[in-house]
């Protein structure tokens, strides 16, 4: 099986939603969560985060990438300039950047989502999107890529980890920068 770390673009667009399923993964979040703020995601629908996701997939540039094998979609990680992901830098959040101006800063960059389909699980595949992310943030003049995982989770679900966990970014070279809340550490890589 070949497996390649790639930018999700409107063409891969089958793809993600053949990963996500007919719910949406996540009840139905369609990795919206932090697009919207809270009233606005208390008044949607799977449908309509659905429609929010495509959306900006069309518009571009690419808010994340895709491991795809065999043609199919193994696992999804959102990465993006903070901006694209306003609700992540919402100052009660444990994920807020220390500097105010990073939020809208295009060089400084947040992973803020995971989703792994369930047979796909435990085999280095978020090890793999991290590494991938990176190179993308790279590639595209990031200076910094922040993350606030979880330290551990009892729930190995897709919804306890959507974060990630803080030993994959430790393993990458994220180092701790904050912590907010307990078991969730603000890390970061710079570029």
């Given at each position: 099986m070949s497996e390649s770390i790639v930018p999700l673009v409107p063409e891969l667009w089958p793809v993600f939603e053949?990963?996500?399923?007919?719910?949406?993964?996540c009840y139905g979040c369609w990795c919206t969560h932090f697009r919207a703020p809270p009233a606005?995601?208390?008044?949607?629908?799977?449908q309509r985060n659905k429609d929010l996701i495509r959306a900006r997939i069309a518009a571009g540039p690419p808010p994340g990438l895709l491991a795809i094998a065999d043609g199919s979609a193994l696992g999804w990680m959102q990465i993006g300039p903070r901006h694209d992901v306003p609700e992540w830098n919402n100052a009660g959040r444990g994920s807020a950047p220390?500097?105010?101006a990073d939020a809208a800063d295009p060089v400084a960059w947040a992973i803020s989502c995971f989703f792994i389909r369930s047979g796909a699980r435990r085999q280095g595949l978020t090890h793999r999107l991290v590494a991938g992310g990176i190179a993308f943030a790279r590639q595209n003049g990031a200076r910094l890529v922040e993350a606030c995982p979880m330290d551990q989770s009892r729930d190995q679900r897709s919804t306890g980890l959507f974060v990630g966990s803080t030993r994959v970014f430790l393993k990458a070279g994220f180092a701790e920068v904050a912590r907010r809340k307990p078991g969730r550490p603000l890390m970061r890589l710079t570029l």
């Open positions: 053949d990963l996500f399923g007919k719910q949406g993964a606005a995601r208390r008044a949607s629908d799977p220390l500097d105010p």
